[in-house]
C-alpha cells in the first residue's frame, strides 16, 4: 500500500506531451536559447566538475546577493524554483491550509497536498477575464491559513500583480500568522522593482528561477530569498548539501552577468506577444495578460486545445489546471511569431 493517497493528484503535463514535429508552444523553456557566455563556459569545465561535490554555491550566493542587494544567509539554492518550493512544502504539516488561486501552477498545488496540505483557492473566471482580485483572497486569510501561495507573474494567464498588491498580502498575512510564498519563476518578464524580493517581511518566501528568462531549463536551478530569521531557520533544517551540480552553478553565475541577453529576451516576447494577441484576439477569448510576459490564456467555443494541435502547435491543455477544461489553453510565446501565425492560417 503506497504510504500517501495520490489518487486525487491531478497530472503534469510535463509528464504526457504528445510526440511529433509541432511548433512546442507548451513547456516554458527560452526559444531563445541561453547565453553564449553559459555555452563556452560550459566548454571549458574541468573533470573535477563531474566527480567532485559541487564547491561553487558560495560564488553564486555572492552574485545573487549582488544582484539583489540581499544578505548570503537569505539565499538557498534548489534545483530549479519548483525544487525550492518543495523544500518549503516539507514544513507543512497534514491539515496544514494552503490558499491560493485556481488555475494556478499545478506542480506546486500536487506537491503541497503530497505533504499533508489541504488546498483552499479563490477561483478565477472568464466573466471578468480571469482577472485576479487581490482583495478576495485577503478576505480568505485566516487564522487557520498556513502557506498562502502566489506566482507573480501568474501562471497560466501570465498578468502581473503590482508590488503595492503583494505587500498587502503581506500585511494580512503576517496579522494572521500566515507564510506567503511569492514564486516569481517567470519575474525576469516583469520589472525588478516589482519583485517581492524588495519587500521587507519576515512572512515573505519568494523563489526563483533560472529556467525562463536565463534560459537554463536543462540544468535544474533556482533559488530562493528568505528575509525573516526564523524562517530561515526552519529553511536551513530542509535544505539538503549539494543540492544542485557544479555545472549548474557555473552557468548560473555567466547567465546573471549576461543581462543583455536577457533584456533582448524580454524585448523580442514583448513584440511576439504582441503579434500572436493581435491575431488570436479575433477569434478567441484572451485572459488578462501582461504585455511582457512570455505566457497568455487563450480560450475558444469547443476544444481549443485540439484546434491548435491540429494547426501543429502544442499548447498545456487547459484541463491540467485546476477550474479549467480543454477549451483553454495555455500558450508560451514561441522564438518566431511568424512561424506560429503561418500554421494558425494554414488550411
Known amino acids: 500500500m503506497l504510504p500517501k493517497d495520490i489518487e486525487e493528484i491531478g497530472k503534469d503535463y510535463g509528464k504526457s506531451l504528445p510526440k511529433g514535429e509541432y511548433l512546442d508552444c507548451a513547456l516554458a523553456y527560452n526559444p ?15 573533470s573535477q566538475a563531474v566527480y567532485l561535490y559541487p564547491r561553487e554555491e558560495e560564488k553564486l550566493k555572492e552574485a545573487i546577493k549582488a544582484y539583489w ?16 518550493l518543495q523544500k518549503i512544502n516539507k514544513l507543512l504539516s497534514p491539515g496544514s491550509v494552503v490558499l491560493g488561486y485556481a488555475p494556478q501552477f499545478l506542480p506546486y498545488i500536487n506537491d503541497a497536498r503530497l505533504n499533508g496540505a489541504v488546498y483552499e483557492y479563490v477561483p478565477l473566471g472568464k ?43 503581506a500585511e494580512v498575512a503576517e496579522k494572521k500568522g500566515a507564510i506567503l510564498i511569492v514564486d516569481e519563476a517567470f519575474g525576469e518578464f516583469m520589472s525588478k522593482k516589482n519583485s517581492a524580493i524588495n519587500l521587507e517581511f519576515p512572512n515573505i518566501l519568494v ?28 529553511i536551513s533544517k530542509v535544505d539538503f548539501p549539494f543540492s544542485v551540480t557544479t555545472i549548474s552553478l557555473v552557468a ?31 477569434s478567441f477569448h484572451i485572459a488578462r495578460t501582461d504585455k511582457s510576459t ?8 469547443g476544444n481549443t486545445y485540439q484546434y491548435f494541435l491540429s494547426k501543429g502547435i502544442l499548447t498545456v491543455p487547459g484541463e491540467e489546471f ?15 511569431a511568424e512561424e506560429f501565425i503561418k500554421k494558425i492560417n494554414a488550411a
Open 69 to 84: 542587494g540581499v544578505k548570503s544567509e537569505q539565499i538557498f539554492l534548489g534545483t530549479g524554483s519548483m525544487g525550492c
Open 207 to 234: 523563489t526563483r528561477s533560472f529556467s525562463k528568462g536565463f534560459g537554463l531549463a536543462g540544468l535544474r536551478i533556482g533559488y530562493c530569498i528568505v528575509k525573516g530569521d526564523e524562517m530561515k531557520k526552519a
Open 32 to 46: 531563445f536559447g541561453c547565453s553564449s557566455r553559459v555555452i563556452e563556459e560550459i566548454k571549458n569545465i574541468r
Open 127 to 169: 466573466e471578468n477575464d480571469f482577472t485576479i482580485d487581490v482583495g478576495e483572497i485577503i478576505e480568505k486569510i485566516t487564522e487557520k491559513t498556513s502557506f498562502i501561495y502566489i506566482d507573480n507573474p501568474h501562471n497560466p494567464t501570465g498578468q502581473v500583480l503590482k508590488l503595492k498588491q503583494i505587500e498587502e498580502i
Open 252 to 282: 548560473a553565475l555567466k547567465a546573471l552577468e549576461d543581462q543583455d541577453f536577457l533584456r533582448k529576451t524580454v524585448e523580442q516576447t514583448r513584440k511576439n506577444k504582441e503579434k500572436l494577441i493581435k491575431v488570436l484576439g479575433k
Open 322 to 336: 485546476m477550474n479549467l477544461d480543454n477549451s483553454y489553453v495555455r500558450i508560451r510565446i514561441p522564438k518566431s
Open 294 to 301: 512570455v505566457i497568455f490564456l487563450c480560450g475558444g467555443n
